[in-house]
């Protein structure tokens, strides 16, 4: 440890919290791990970490990003240092053994390359209990309607981040009513930038703010179909 580096166990949880903000604007990915194994070694729970600490970091990076302080290099070290979090976070969060309450495939549209939201989605979807097909970033139609026929799932999950990029959404929910298997997923959708209104306005299911409010919609939507199905 050098004269200047924090020792970040000496800081109670507060202080090392906002020490985790610091680390992630400035992109510090071993920092980051570190942060987050003291908190787990803490008692604190993975979902807490991830929201007080890494998702309200990356708030603030946003932030300054929006308002032209940060740029694409900065922020993408940022994004590696949240990753690198969540990774570990990760297993944590998804249940082992549970038996699958449902499946998802969830992709970022087609020119977009945003995929921390996405990829927090699908840990906290497993978390609850789903199998999750993530198909990644930047993904036309075609790598949609592919990933939906080889894994039939119950929910077809799409993420958009950008005002330019949300309208593809659109594009993809047209080919499924094209091809007459609309009524047979699912569709959720999420992203910074959308809201109930357009979720509605191109034919999605439902809009999720955020990941805990994916998992409950996913849930209902899933027991309502399990019911029609036993009911039929
Ligand atoms: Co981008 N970027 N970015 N960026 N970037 C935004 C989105 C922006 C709002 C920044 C800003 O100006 N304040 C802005 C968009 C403006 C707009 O369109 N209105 C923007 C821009 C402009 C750009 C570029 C165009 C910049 C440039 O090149 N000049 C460029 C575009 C690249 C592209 O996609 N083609 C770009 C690039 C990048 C980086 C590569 C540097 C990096 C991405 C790294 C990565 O993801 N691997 C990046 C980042 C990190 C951001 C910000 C700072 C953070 C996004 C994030 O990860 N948030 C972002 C600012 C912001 O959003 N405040 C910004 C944390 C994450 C947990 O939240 O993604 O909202 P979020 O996900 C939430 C919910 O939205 C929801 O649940 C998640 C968890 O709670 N959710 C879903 C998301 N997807 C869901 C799917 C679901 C359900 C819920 O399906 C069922």
């Not at 166990?9 to 980051?32: F, N, S, T």
């Not at 990753?83 to 249940?95: D, N």
């Not at 409950?216 to 939507?221: C, G, I, P, S």
């Amino acid at each position: 440890m050098s004269e200047d580096d924090i020792d970040l166990r000496a800081l109670d949880d507060e202080e090392l919290v906002e020490q985790m903000y610091d680390d992630l604007y400035d992109g510090l990915k071993e920092e980051i791990e570190e942060g987050v194994n003291i908190l787990l070694e803490r008692g604190w729970a993975p979902y807490d970490i991830l929201t007080r600490a890494l998702v309200e970091g990356m708030r603030i990076v946003g932030v300054d990003f929006r308002d032209g302080i940060l740029f694409v290099p900065e922020v993408l070290r940022s994004a590696n240092a949240m990753k690198a979090g969540m990774t570990i976070l990760r297993p944590l969060l998804a249940e082992t053994g549970a038996p699958k309450v449902g499946k998802m495939v969830i992709g970022t549209v087609k020119g977009d390359i945003h995929d921390i939201g996405k990829n927090l989605v699908s840990m906290m979807m497993e978390g609850a209990g789903f199998e999750v097909i993530d198909i990644g970033i930047n993904n036309p139609v075609e790598n949609y309607l592919e990933a939906i026929e080889e894994h039939k799932p119950d929910i077809l999950g799409m993420s958009a981040l950008l005002t330019t990029t949300m309208p593809y959404m659109k594009v993809v929910i047209d080919a499924l009513i094209e091809k007459g298997i609309r009524d047979d997923y699912v569709v959720l959708v999420g992203g910074a930038p959308l809201n109930e209104e357009f979720s509605q306005a191109i034919g999605a299911d439902a809009y999720c703010r955020d990941a805990a409010v994916a998992v409950e919609t996913a849930k209902d939507f899933v027991a309502r179909r399990h019911n029609v199905r036993a009911m039929a």
